[in-house]
């Protein structure tokens, strides 16, 4: 890294044993609202606000929770090089389960650990707890938990330098250093005690802490997976996400590049408004599209009710199908509480109407697909 492309930054470089670190500045920067901010801030409002309404038809609501959390976990597993798809998730733990795309089992592990660290983080603010450092330690812990990243201290702040976008792995190549692991324990407080009393309007402080986070990195690995997750914690927390609904890792994804140079632009050159118009337009297109979906998969349910007015036992299996889009019997028995006899009549009904799909090809342990459910969820 040079020092010197951040002279004119918010910033500042603050050396660790002669190794130039970019330590940001204290939080609030000074915002300039530009008509192009206003204009995406109002759409990423209303976008939201329409995305929260899809509960209020739901009579239950992990026919939208579990799906957005698995496309949310998938998108953000793809940013970190994998090549894990919703199914793979989805498959993950099944008996018989047919194979996989390239994923290999450390990606899927880590991918279900976001599912994991998703639901701890807003079952932990749901109960009244509130955004702290010992929370975001432990869902640190969670996304590492039994993956490849298990020897870079899981749920422990860094106290080594890192770098970022280095090809050989070495300081000198890397196109940033983020700050001294000497500060690390002081700016994570900053952050977190500025997440807590804000400043501007909340989608926007969620721009600016996203930054201040990524940039601090303060652990070994899982930085980004970690931020991701924490801007949607954010937004339950101001009351703009009921449940979650929003998966931004699509929208990075696609503009991963341009994310990364953003983020860079702060640092270098105090570029704040580009960067905050870049995020809410993220909130908008993620929200538009997962209100979309949300529609899609009720439209799916009712269609499926319809087919079995007086099915009460095939409808709660219908239920189960929309939480987990390959299912087995055993797995159905368990989660609906109706009988073995019941759950494989509701399945043979299922399969007559082309609503399930058996894919495992064994005559014990079959795994069945819904494939209209999976074309929805799994295209983000």
């Known amino acids: 890294m040079n020092p010197a492309e951040f002279a004119d930054g918010p910033g500042t470089i603050d050396p660790h044993d002669g190794l130039p670190c970019y330590r940001p500045a ?9 008509d192009d901010l206003l204009r995406v ?101 969670t996304l590492l938990h039994d993956t490849r990243g298990v020897d ?51 989608l926007v402080d969620v721009a600016i802490t996203h930054y201040q986070f990524e940039t601090i990195h303060p652990f070994r690995d899982g930085n980004g997976r970690l931020g991701r997750l924490l801007m949607m914690l954010q937004l339950y927390d101001a009351g703009l996400l009921p449940e979650p609904y929003l998966y931004l890792s699509a929208y990075f994804n696609r503009r991963r590049q341009r994310y990364l140079d953003l983020l860079l632009a702060v640092s270098r050159d105090g570029a704040w408004e580009e960067w905050i118009t870049f995020v809410l337009n993220a909130v908008a297109e993620q929200a538009i599209d997962a209100y979309d979906c949300g529609v899609e998969l009720q439209a799916l349910q009712a269609e499926y009710y319809d087919l079995f007015p007086n099915r009460p036992a095939v409808r709660d299996v219908v239920d189960y199908v929309f939480e987990e889009p390959y299912l087995t019997a055993s797995r159905a028995i368990e989660a609906t509480g109706r009988s073995r006899q019941a759950v494989y009549d509701a399945i043979e009904a299922l399969e007559a109407e082309g609503i399930v799909e058996e894919i495992s090809g064994g005559e014990r342990y079959r795994v069945y697909e819904a494939p209209q459910i999976i074309d929805v969820v799994g295209s983000p």
């Open 41 to 141: 801030y109002g759409d990423a409002q209303y976008a939201l606000g329409r995305l929260a309404t899809l509960h209020r038809n739901v009579d239950n609501e992990n026919l939208l929770i579990a799906p957005f959390v698995v496309r949310e976990a998938a998108m953000s597993s793809q940013i970190e090089g994998t090549n894990v798809t919703v199914s793979d998730i989805i498959l993950h733990e099944i008996d018989g389960s047919p194979e996989r795309s390239a994923a290999d089992s450390r990606d899927v592990r880590e991918a279900y650990n976001y599912v994991d660290a998703v639901r701890q983080g807003f079952e932990r603010l749901g109960d009244g707890e509130q955004l702290s450092v010992d929370l975001i330690r432990d869902l640190h812990e």
């Open 26 to 34: 204290s939080l609030p920067p000074e915002i300039e609202y530009t």
């Open 152 to 202: 870079e201290h899981p749920g422990e702040l860094r106290d080594v330098p890192v770098y970022i976008g280095s090809p050989d792995g070495s300081a000198e190549s890397a196109r940033f250093v983020p700050a001294n692991p000497d500060t690390v324990d002081l700016l994570l407080d900053q952050l977190v005690a500025y997440i807590n009393r804000g400043s501007y309007p909340p």
